[in-house]
């Protein structure tokens, strides 16, 4: 196999690992279930990570998806904060319990969103054909 089959492949696997991990969190499958997508998703980026240049168009897709997922990464910084102080203001204004608000976001849903930026931005070049 060539680099860029590599490349290529690692793309559609990590694609699928990251389904396997959304899906199994989302129907409350096992962990070892969610975790296996996640490894799998995580092997698929280190093997684009070591194969991203062997032609050009591997290198504009890797370009354009890391873009994407640092872009995605810079607005979360700015707005995951500001949303939930905004679901916390909300909810400690309307309950009259006077429980402290905790942190409801977790922080892991940054990554998560930035890893599937990750590969949006990677199907999307593929498919516009750049």
């Not at 290198?59 to 640092?70: V, Y």
């Not at 976001?105 to 999307?124: R, V």
Request: with cysteine; aromatic share 12%; net charge negative.
């Amino acid at each position: 196999m060539t680099k860029a089959n590599i490349f290529m492949t690692s793309g559609w696997v990590g694609l699928g690992g990251l389904a396997v991990a959304v899906g199994a969190a989302l129907l409350a499958a096992p962990e070892g279930i969610t975790l296996a997508g996640l490894l799998l998703c995580v092997f698929a980026c280190w093997a684009m990570l070591f194969t991203r240049n062997a032609d050009e168009y591997t290198r504009g897709l890797w370009t354009s998806a890391a873009s994407i997922a640092f872009a995605t990464l810079l607005i979360l910084f700015l707005v995951l904060p500001f949303l939930e102080g905004v679901y916390d203001g909300y909810n400690a204004a309307h309950a009259d319990d006077g429980v402290k608000p905790e942190r409801d976001i977790p922080a892991m849903l940054s990554i998560g969103l930035a890893i599937a930026a990750f590969y949006l931005g990677l199907f999307w070049k593929r498919i516009r054909g750049d």
